[in-house]
């Protein structure tokens, strides 16, 4: 049809919102060639959080074009993004810098403890000592009293090898790949996002097209 306004959608799978009147332009990127459109699209209500009740909602992309549709149902639109999205209500706070700052130094203590630890123990189970003992003393003729080369090599290149591995050191990397930690909680979060969406749907708690609400839940349009 000549004339036809083409909308072209593209939103995340998580989207967080701080406000509990939720509009399309809060939940993804809108784009039209007709400006005017555009901004109307982007301020057409989709969900009314009742904070009380619930904070996350899942919502189908079939539902956001449902209700572009009733306002403007001669637009043609187009979903680039996710067709489904997991939406995240939390209210704008000041961020307690004392408490993030515990923490963060929580953390830190926790995972170096742990990864101490958790080296030490394989060295113990492989008798890594024992085996440099035994090299030290092959090699020189001498036995070994503790601390030789081997020992300091071998921390100095252990140290090097999870620098280099993790690609990370204080703020600075090493690489612009992601790190293997990055890529870790990546798909980690992908698995979650996932889980959730799917149970939703299952239990039948979906913001679809056709359903004013959630079935049990609070929000509405």
């Known amino acids: 049809?000549?004339?036809?306004?083409?909308?072209?959608?593209?939103?995340?799978?998580?989207?967080?919102?701080?406000?509990?009147?939720?509009?399309?332009?809060?939940?993804?990127?809108?784009?039209?060639?007709?400006?005017?459109?555009?901004?109307?699209?982007?301020?057409?209500?989709?969900?009314?959080?009742?904070?009380?009740?619930?904070?996350?909602?899942?919502?189908?992309?079939?539902?956001?074009?449902?209700?572009?549709?009733?306002?403007?149902?001669?637009?043609?639109?187009?979903?680039?993004?996710?067709?489904?999205?997991i939406i995240v209500y939390e209210k704008q706070q000041t961020p307690n810098k004392l408490f993030h700052l515990c923490k963060t130094a929580a953390v830190v203590l926790i995972s170096f403890v742990g990864a101490a630890f958790s080296i030490m123990a394989f060295q113990n189970d492989v008798a890594m000592a024992k085996l440099f003992g035994q090299v030290y003393e092959l090699l020189t003729g001498s036995p070994s009293d503790g601390f030789t080369i081997l020992e300091l090599t071998y921390s100095v290149g252990l140290t090097i090898?999870?620098?280099?591995?993790?690609?990370?050191?204080?703020?600075?990397k090493f690489a612009v790949d992601p790190t293997p930690m990055e890529v870790e909680m990546r798909l980690y979060e992908n698995d979650i996002q996932t889980t959730l969406i799917q149970n939703y749907s299952r239990e039948q708690v979906e913001i679809d097209a056709g359903e004013p609400h959630p079935k049990g839940r609070g929000g509405s349009v």
């Not at 959080?49 to 637009?75: D, F, T």
């Open 1 to 85: 049809m000549a004339g036809k306004v083409t909308v072209y959608l593209k939103a995340e799978q998580c989207i967080e919102v701080k406000k509990p009147d939720v509009t399309v332009g809060d939940l993804m990127a809108v784009e039209c060639t007709d400006p005017i459109m555009l901004s109307k699209i982007k301020t057409i209500k989709v969900l009314k959080i009742n904070a009380k009740e619930q904070k996350r909602y899942v919502m189908s992309i079939l539902r956001v074009i449902e209700l572009i549709h009733r306002q403007y149902p001669e637009v043609d639109i187009q979903n680039l993004g996710a067709p489904d999205m």
């Open 161 to 172: 090898g999870i620098l280099i591995f993790f690609n990370h050191f204080g703020g600075r």
